[in-house]
């Protein structure tokens, strides 16, 4: 799926079963991690094992095991099999 957003926060949430649920939360702003805005939109996959994510500057957020993508205008999720595909534009 392409969204327009400005940022992405990619991490995973408590473990059930044998996986990780991966969460991507959309949002408005650059660097929502360090403001009190909900997401835009946020989508939850099961049964990932990897995430691939090609062609973006990512931040890692060590306190929270997150990572962060700032400066978007555009971003794409593909869910292949036990993979998700994170690829998108930033703006310079």
């Known amino acids: ?10 991490g995973r949430t408590k473990r059930t079963g044998e996986s990780y649920p991966v969460f ?3 949002f408005s ?10 997401p835009t939109d946020s989508f ?4 990932i094992t990897k995430v691939i994510i090609t ?3 990512v931040g890692y957020l060590p306190l929270g095991n997150d990572l962060v993508i700032n400066h978007l205008s555009s971003i794409d ?3 292949k ?7 998108g534009e930033q703006e310079e």
């Not at 799926?1 to 990619?10: D, P, R």
């Not at 702003?29 to 360090?34: A, G, I, R, Y």
């Not at 939850?44 to 049964?47: F, N």
């Open 24 to 26: 991507v939360s959309l």
């Open 29 to 38: 702003v650059n660097d929502p991690h360090l403001t009190n805005k909900v």
């Open 77 to 79: 999720v593909e869910k």
């Open 81 to 87: 099999a036990d993979l998700l595909i994170i690829t």
């Open 1 to 10: 799926m392409h969204y327009k957003t400005k940022s992405v926060v990619i």
């Open 44 to 47: 939850e996959y099961q049964g």
């Open 55 to 57: 062609g973006l500057e």
